[in-house]
């Protein structure tokens, strides 16, 4: 009940100052616009166009501030263009004027002018017929007696006297009183998107831009590691096994010629190498496509990882459903990496893995007893995991102060 009421105090708030605020704006614009593109042709236009601009800038700044306050969502600045270091004052005047995002706030402080005039009137007509309404038992006894004044339970032939005008505006006071928050919060809504489609619609979409590019660069370098990482196993592994194997058969082949028992121990310890590569290369492969995640699911392969960790893993997983191939590639090489690190060097003696679905994102939780320290700093070993989450437009947090515990929390949207 007092959210709501702090919900309804900060609606009325905005729309009773919006209405002084955007008459205000519509003002000042309208004189600066007029006299500005008509003294434009004698250049004095110019400078009182761009103070102009200027103004509009600064009364959008205000409204965005209070658009966060009923939206209650970060919304972002626009970057306005700035004339260059050196530049002459002509380059200076007519930089605002070559901003698209300047004419935007001028729009703004027109249309928002009649939004605002219809905001207020229904506000201060809800909350002055709640009031008059629901306060008429106190001072209804005095107009219902006044001679000769008809009330309108009278007029539409409800009958006259208090106790008749008490129940009739008490009841429309209670009808105005229950539908008060929804009113005022609806147009205290419909004025704050207006605001935010005009004030800070572009910088949206331009931070959305920005966030797409970083996810590509991010989905790159991610590549880029991985496979600069599998091409080091490969290196440092299987290829040397493969060599080694090789000159073990080519042994082989010349011993089998003149010591055929010696020749058999060779062999023997070839076919044991060719089994270490071969273990070996299914390790790397689980790294590149885990057949199990793409057969059967999240579920399965995050238990083989659990059962493969050298650190005991409490596993809770909490969905059963198929998702599309990139989240659970995330979610699965995310566990992965975590456990690794958890077995490299958290020296942690258990650990926990749990996933669920809130809404449109899976919810992955890794944390361990060990001794802390983790951060996604370039060059450490959660580096990967903050790309792997970018590409997919999700977030992560890393909590491990030195000492421990840590806790990984990714949000993955799967919607």
Same mark, same amino acid.
């Given at each position: 009940?007092?959210?709501?009421?702090?919900?309804?105090?900060?609606?009325? %708030?905005?729309?009773?100052?919006?209405?002084?605020?955007?008459?205000?704006? /519509?003002?000042?614009?309208?004189?600066?616009?007029?006299?500005?593109?008509?003294?434009?042709?004698?250049?004095?236009?110019?400078?009182?166009?761009?103070? %102009?601009?200027?103004?509009?800038?600064?009364?959008?700044?205000?409204?965005? &501030?209070?658009?966060?306050?009923?939206?209650?969502?970060?919304?972002?600045?626009?970057?306005?263009?700035?004339?260059?270091?050196?530049?002459?004052?002509?380059?200076?005047?007519?930089?605002?004027?070559?901003?698209?995002?300047?004419?935007?706030?001028?729009? +703004?402080?027109?249309?928002?002018?009649?939004?605002?005039?219809?905001? /207020?009137?229904?506000?201060?007509?809800?909350? !002055?017929?709640?009031?008059?309404?629901?306060?008429?038992?106190?001072?209804?006894?005095? %107009?219902?007696?006044?001679?000769?004044?008809?009330?309108?339970?009278?007029?539409?032939?409800?009958?006259?006297?208090?106790?008749?005008? %008490?129940?009739?505006? /008490?009841?429309?006071?209670?009808? /105005?009183?229950?539908?008060?928050?929804?009113?005022?919060?609806?147009?205290?809504?419909?004025?704050?998107?207006?605001?935010?489609?005009?004030?800070?619609?572009?910088?949206?979409?331009?931070?959305?831009?920005?966030?797409?590019?970083?996810?590509?660069?991010?989905?790159?370098?991610?590549?880029?590691?991985?496979?600069?990482?599998?091409?080091?196993?490969? +290196?440092?592994?299987?290829?040397?096994?493969?060599? +080694?194997?090789?000159?073990?058969?080519?042994?082989?082949?010349?011993?089998?010629?003149?010591?055929?028992?010696?020749?058999?121990?060779?062999?023997?310890?070839?076919?044991?190498?060719?089994?270490?590569?071969?273990?070996?290369?299914?390790?790397?492969?689980?790294?590149?496509?885990?057949?199990?995640?793409?057969?059967?699911?999240?579920?399965?392969?995050?238990?083989?990882?659990?059962?493969?960790?050298?650190?005991?893993?409490?596993?809770?997983?909490?969905? !059963?459903?198929?998702?599309?191939?990139?989240?659970?590639?995330?979610?699965?090489?995310?566990?992965?990496?975590?456990?690794?690190?958890? !077995?490299?060097?958290?020296?942690?003696?258990?650990?926990? &893995?749990?996933?669920?679905?809130?809404?449109?994102?899976?919810?992955?939780?890794?944390?361990?007893?060990?001794?802390?320290?983790?951060?996604?700093?370039?060059?450490?070993?959660?580096?990967?995991?903050?790309?792997?989450?970018?590409?997919?437009?999700?977030?992560?947090?890393?909590?491990?102060?030195?000492?421990?515990?840590?806790?990984?929390?990714?949000?993955?949207?799967?919607?």
């Amino acid at each position: 009940m007092r959210r709501l009421l702090r919900r309804l105090t900060a609606d009325t %708030t905005y729309l009773l100052l919006g209405l002084p605020l955007a008459l205000i704006a /519509f003002c000042l614009l309208s004189v600066g616009l007029s006299a500005g593109v008509g003294l434009v042709v004698v250049w004095i236009g110019v400078p009182l166009l761009a103070l %102009t601009l200027l103004g509009a800038r600064g009364l959008g700044d205000i409204e965005r &501030v209070r658009v966060r306050g009923v939206l209650d969502k970060p919304l972002s600045r626009p970057r306005y263009p700035e004339a260059p270091a050196g530049a002459g004052w002509v380059r200076r005047v007519v930089t605002p004027l070559l901003s698209g995002q300047s004419w935007l706030d001028v729009l +703004h402080g027109f249309v928002v002018f009649p939004v605002a005039t219809l905001t /207020f009137c229904v506000a201060v007509t809800w909350w !002055a017929a709640t009031a008059f309404g629901l306060l008429y038992p106190l001072y209804g006894w005095i %107009t219902s007696n006044i001679p000769g004044n008809q009330q309108l339970p009278e007029l539409i032939g409800l009958g006259s006297g208090y106790v008749v005008d %008490t129940a009739f505006y /008490f009841f429309l006071g209670l009808v /105005f009183a229950v539908t008060l928050v929804p009113v005022i919060r609806g147009c205290a809504v419909m004025q704050a998107s207006l605001g935010r489609a005009l004030l800070t619609g572009v910088a949206e979409l331009h931070e959305r831009i920005e966030g797409l590019t970083e996810g590509r660069n991010a989905a790159v370098h991610a590549e880029a590691d991985a496979l600069r990482r599998l091409e080091r196993d490969i +290196h440092d592994g299987p290829q040397q096994r493969l060599v +080694h194997l090789a000159m073990e058969l080519s042994r082989a082949q010349r011993e089998l010629q003149r010591d055929a028992s010696a020749a058999h121990d060779t062999i023997g310890q070839a076919i044991t190498a060719t089994r270490e590569t071969l273990d070996e290369l299914r390790a790397l492969s689980r790294g590149i496509a885990p057949p199990i995640l793409a057969d059967r699911g999240l579920a399965p392969a995050l238990a083989a990882l659990a059962g493969r960790c050298t650190v005991p893993v409490e596993l809770d997983v909490q969905v !059963a459903e198929r998702f599309p191939a990139l989240v659970e590639n995330t979610v699965y090489f995310l566990t992965a990496e975590a456990l690794t690190n958890v !077995a490299k060097h958290s020296r942690a003696t258990s650990c926990s &893995v749990t996933l669920t679905r809130i809404g449109d994102s899976l919810l992955l939780t890794i944390g361990d007893d060990g001794v802390g320290g983790a951060h996604v700093a370039k060059g450490h070993g959660l580096a990967g995991l903050a790309d792997r989450v970018r590409v997919v437009e999700g977030e992560l947090t890393v909590n491990s102060p030195a000492g421990g515990p840590t806790l990984i929390v990714a949000e993955v949207p799967c919607g």
